[in-house]
């Protein structure tokens, strides 16, 4: 079966750090552009950090200079570092993969950001 499994998240308070995993099941992502979304309740999901099969990165405003996304060939996982974090970088995280016309997501990690 061809899962994409996020990990990491949880209750951390304003300041802190939280480092996401995305882990692919079932298959490869080698080849796999891979992003991670965030939906806060009440919003649209939004677009956190991308990172293609070739290891060119990107990042949303809002995230820039405190997230790092990096991806392990050997683990077949794609990581979200994100520091300093605020009340605003609430939300369910989601990994995304998309290699031609598939598109698979995960089904979510919870972050929490108390003040």
């Known amino acids: 079966e061809v899962q994409l499994v996020e990990s990491g998240g949880g209750l951390v308070q304003a300041g802190g750090s939280l480092r996401l995993s995305c882990a692919a099941s079932?298959?490869?992502?080698?080849?796999?552009?891979i992003g991670w979304f965030r939906q806060a309740p009440g919003n649209e999901r939004e677009l956190v950090a991308t990172?293609?099969?070739?290891?060119?990165?990107n990042y949303a405003g809002s995230v820039k200079g405190r997230a790092t996304i990096s991806r392990s060939i050997a683990k077949n996982t794609v990581d979200l570092q994100m520091n300093s974090l605020n009340p605003d970088d609430k939300g369910v995280y989601y990994c995304?993969?998309?290699?031609?016309?598939?598109?698979?997501w995960g089904q979510g990690t919870q972050v929490t950001v108390f003040s």
């Open positions: 995304n993969g998309a290699l031609g016309g598939y598109v698979t």
């Open positions: 990172i293609t099969a070739g290891g060119q990165t």
């Open positions: 079932g298959f490869t992502f080698d080849d796999f552009n």
